[in-house]
């Protein structure tokens, strides 16, 4: 069974940072591509970030977050991260780990920016 679990979100200030981390099972992790995104209120999904399978050797960021946001991942403890440093108030929202092949998303884990 295909599962993917979101982990540590909070609320931080302008400036801050914060590590995601996407863990999943049920799949051959160390092959899979995962996504990043997020949803902020009111407004649709966006793709934040993304890392390729078998070594992660492709990356991808929007560009609202290039810069400031590092992805990676650690295939032996089946997890890819998300380092978020220099946070904003509009990287508010809920962060989602995807896995884009099979269409499948975790359940999220809020991001509060605030002062």
């Known amino acids: 069974q295909v599962q993917l679990a979101e982990f540590g979100g909070g609320q931080v200030q302008p400036g801050e940072s914060l590590r995601l981390s996407c863990v999943g099972s049920g799949f051959t992790f160390s092959a899979a591509a995962i996504h990043w995104y997020r949803q902020a209120p009111g407004k649709n999904r966006q793709l934040v970030a993304s890392?390729?399978?078998?070594?992660?050797?492709?990356?991808d960021y929007a560009n609202s977050v290039k810069g400031r946001f590092t992805i990676s991942r650690d295939d032996d403890k089946r997890t890819v991260y998300l380092q978020m440093d220099n946070l904003e108030v509009d990287d508010t929202g809920i962060y989602y780990c995807?896995?884009?092949?099979?269409?499948?998303w975790g359940q999220g884990t809020q991001v509060t920016v605030s002062s």
């Open positions: 995807t896995i884009p092949r099979i269409d499948y």
């Open positions: 890392i390729s399978g078998r070594g992660g050797s492709l990356i």
